[in-house]
């Protein structure tokens, strides 16, 4: 069955959407909440907190790419799981990509609302005039949470090379951030 047809099963209401979603994308979406959480029943959790979301959703949303909206539904709500579980003991891969993240965009804690805003087109404006590699190292590392190793197989780079495009382009955020806006209260 392709998306369009799994998509009109959830605009008819029909249950058999979401057997349909868990037999088309379930393995890959179990391998992307894997990405976050370690817990077999942390990576049930997370999928069917997707699976929900996605009946809650659809419609009145008609995605256009059915993975990429699941991928979405399913980061949200692994995040959400990291959220609860950090509360007794931090992720080690959310702490490192926050680390990493940190040299360039500013704490949540020390932002309102509108800078969050600000932060969220002056970040897309930024990946918008990376080249098509650049800006698919730094999404698959910041965004789907992929590991140094993965993002080199991927791409075909070394992972040095992979390092430091991450480097490099975390430098160039930076640099974009503060020459564009100022996000500190």
């Not at 930024?126 to 999404?139: A, E, P």
Request: charged share 30%; aromatic share 8%.
């Amino acid at each position: 069955m392709d998306d369009k047809d799994i998509i009109d099963l959830y605009f008819l209401r029909n249950e058999r959407a979401i057997s349909e979603t868990m037999n088309s994308y379930g393995g890959r979406l179990k391998r992307f909440a894997m990405r976050f959480l370690s817990d077999e029943r942390d990576i049930e959790e997370c999928l069917n907190d997707a699976y929900r979301a996605a009946w809650n959703t659809i419609p009145p949303q008609k995605p256009d790419d059915l993975f990429a909206y699941l991928a979405a539904l399913c980061r949200n709500a692994a995040l959400d799981v990291v959220k609860r579980n950090t509360a007794q003991k931090r992720s080690i891969t959310l702490v490192e990509l926050s680390q990493e993240l940190s040299e360039c965009i500013p704490d949540n804690g020390s932002l309102n609302d509108e800078p969050n805003e600000l932060l969220s087109a002056l970040l897309n404006e930024y990946l918008d005039k990376l080249s098509k590699k650049r800006r698919s190292v730094f999404v698959g590392r910041y965004w789907f949470g992929e590991s140094i190793s993965d993002i080199a197989k991927r791409t075909g780079l070394s992972e040095s090379n992979v390092k430091t495009m991450l480097h490099r382009t975390r430098e160039g955020l930076k640099k974009h951030i503060l020459r564009k806006g100022n996000l500190y209260e």
